[in-house]
C-alpha cells in the first residue's frame, strides 16, 4: 500500500517515521522531532559543496529542533533514504561528534558503511530501504543540476573610457559617452 505523500518533505518527514522500528531494533530510538527539507548544504563561508545531506543541531534552532537538508540533486528514492539515515544518525547521537565514534557505531548498528563522512547501504539495509520506498512510492522530487541551464554568466557591461592627455580613466555603461576631461579639455575615447 502506497501513502499519499504531498510533496518532498512530507515524503521525508514520512520516511523518518518509516524508520523507526529500524533504530529502535539498532538501539538508537528517535528522540525528537525533525525538520527536514531539500535544499543545498552549506560548506564553510557560505559555499556549496559536494555535501548531499546535512544535519544542524537543535541547539541552533530556535525551538531546539534539529534540520535535516537533503541535496536537491539526489533524485533516486533509495539513496535518498540512506542519506536520510545517515543525518537522522547525526541527529540521535549529537552533531558534536561529527563522524567519530558515537557516529561510527550508530552507522555499523544501522547496516551503513564507510567512509563515515559519505556512507552507503549494506545489502542487507537497501533491501529494507526498498521495501521503505514500495510503501512511501517515488521520491517524488525531479533533480537539480547545479550551474546547469542557468546561462552564461554576466559579465560586466562597463565600457573603459580613457582621456588622451592626462591617462585619466572613467567607466560607464554606455557606448556613445561623449564627455571631456575637465583638466585637460580632451575628450574621453573608449577602449578596444
Known amino acids: 500500500m502506497k501513502l499519499s505523500t504531498a510533496n518532498r518533505e512530507a515524503w521525508l518527514l514520512k520516511a523518518v517515521d518509516a524508520f523507526k522500528p529500524l533504530l529502535d531494533e539498532a538501539g538508537y530510538p528517535l528522540k525528537n522531532p525533525i525538520y ?4 543545498w548544504p552549506k560548506g564553510r563561508r557560505g559555499t556549496r ?3 548531499i545531506g546535512q544535519c544542524w543541531p537543535g541547539a541552533m534552532s530556535t525551538d531546539g529542533k534539529g534540520h535535516i537538508f537533503i541535496s536537491p540533486s539526489l533524485v533516486d528514492s533509495t539513496r535518498v533514504l540512506d542519506v536520510l539515515l ?3 544518525g547525526h541527529d540521535i547521537v549529537g552533531c558534536v561528534h561529527g563522524h ?3 557516529f561510527a557505531a550508530f552507522c555499523r548498528a544501522v547496516g551503513l558503511l564507510k567512509p563515515w563522512t559519505a ?3 549494506s545489502p ?3 533491501a529494507k530501504l526498498d521495501k521503505i520506498v514500495t510503501k512511501l512510492g517515488p521520491y517524488p522530487h525531479a533533480a537539480l543540476r547545479e550551474g546547469e541551464g542557468a546561462g552564461k554568466k554576466q559579465t560586466t557591461r562597463m565600457r573603459k573610457y580613457t582621456c588622451g592627455g592626462c591617462g585619466q580613466i572613467v ?9 571631456t576631461c575637465t583638466p585637460c ?3 574621453f575615447t573608449q577602449e578596444a
Do not use: C, F, N
Open 171 to 179: 567607466r560607464a555603461a554606455k557606448d556613445d559617452l561623449a564627455i
Open 36 to 39: 527536514v527539507s531539500v535544499g
Open 49 to 51: 559543496t559536494k555535501t
Open 86 to 88: 545517515h543525518e537522522v
Open 124 to 126: 542487507e539495509l537497501q
Open 185 to 187: 579639455e580632451v575628450p
Open 100 to 102: 567519530k565514534a558515537p
Open 119 to 121: 556512507t552507503t547501504a
